[in-house]
């Protein structure tokens, strides 16, 4: 094995020297690399957080959109202005948003349907007065809603006029249109939460002689509400009759098929025997129908 001379081992051992430095420097490098990654990164987070809390401070560009009628019975609050209190958390100010630029003593009246009477006047005179008792003790929510001046007592004693009736028994009983029950100038009605489900529509309520007051403007009197619902009840009776007809026709048409296709099942086959053929190296012979194809064997001697 020939030997290496002392200049080619000083020579081996300064490249090895050198790529020793060579990594090391590559080390370092992605160190620093990674180092300056996270400061950015950590720059970056910091002002995201600061942009965010500046844009929630300015008017969001959702504010213009309105929720449903339905949901308006809550407040909004901006949480970006909401301190914890160790004990729940608080808003800095007053950054509640309510329905219909109400205040908040007014929302809480509408939740707890409070209606504040308004102060009576010095004159008897120009006071609102019953309908039928001419007494001052009115109640002012039917005045607010209906503009119907009544009291409590005779709203008790009148149901047959001063009762409430739902949507449903106004299209029902009264024949109705949806339409005509929306329009709030036509028909007034009071909103209560349904009792069936929280979560559905709001039951709208009606005065009962407001109701037929309109329905019997709209069909002529009472007679010509009785003729149309009479009418229309006829019209369901024979629409309901003539879809049996045809369920009781299809039927008998069904029953007719299959009869006669049974008959015809049970018509019975007389075998048409063809000549007979003799299995080679076999004493047996075959006969087969012509007709169906029925093939039987038998023994020749």
């Avoid at 908040?104 to 004159?123: G, L, S």
């Avoid at 007494?135 to 001046?149: A, G, M, N, P, W």
């Avoid at 007592?153 to 449903?168: E, G, M, N, V």
């Avoid at 369901?236 to 015809?264: C, G, S, V, Y």
Wanted: proline letters at 5%; a positive charge.
């Amino acid at each position: 094995m020939p030997t290496l001379e002392l200049e080619q081992l000083a020579r081996i051992e300064e490249n090895r020297a050198k790529a020793r430095e060579r990594l090391a420097a590559r080390a370092e490098a992605k160190a620093q690399e990674a180092a300056n990654k996270d400061a950015e990164a950590t720059k970056a987070g910091s002002s995201g957080v600061e942009q965010n809390l500046r844009d929630a401070s300015k008017k969001r560009p959702y504010d213009s959109i309105k929720p449903a009628k339905k949901f308006t019975n809550y407040i909004e609050y901006d949480f970006s202005k909401i301190r914890d209190s160790k004990g729940g958390f608080m808003p800095d100010d007053d950054t509640t948003q309510l329905p219909n630029g109400m205040t908040m003593e007014e929302w809480k009246q509408k939740q707890q349907r409070i209606v504040i009477e308004p102060q009576r006047a010095i004159n008897p005179e120009d006071n609102p007065k019953c309908f039928e008792c001419e007494s001052f003790d009115i109640d002012f929510e039917f005045l607010k809603v209906f503009r119907c001046r009544v009291c409590r007592a005779c709203k008790a004693k009148f149901p047959d006029k001063y009762s409430l009736l739902t949507k449903t028994e106004c299209r029902e009983d009264y024949l109705l249109t949806d339409p005509e029950l929306r329009d709030e100038e036509l028909m007034p009605h009071l909103e209560r939460p349904n009792p069936h489900k929280t979560t559905y529509n709001n039951m709208m309520l009606y005065l009962r002689y407001q109701v037929e007051e309109f329905a019997f403007k709209k069909w002529g009197g009472e007679e010509g509400l009785d003729a149309e619902f009479e009418r229309r009840v006829a019209l369901r009776k024979q629409k309901k009759d003539r879809k049996f007809a045809d369920k009781l026709k299809e039927m008998r048409k069904r029953t007719r098929t299959e009869t006669w296709n049974k008959r015809l099942d049970r018509v019975e086959h007389r075998h048409t025997w063809g000549p007979m053929v003799r299995v080679a190296n076999k004493d047996i012979a075959i006969t087969k129908c012509t007709e169906c194809g029925m093939e039987t064997e038998e023994i020749v001697f």
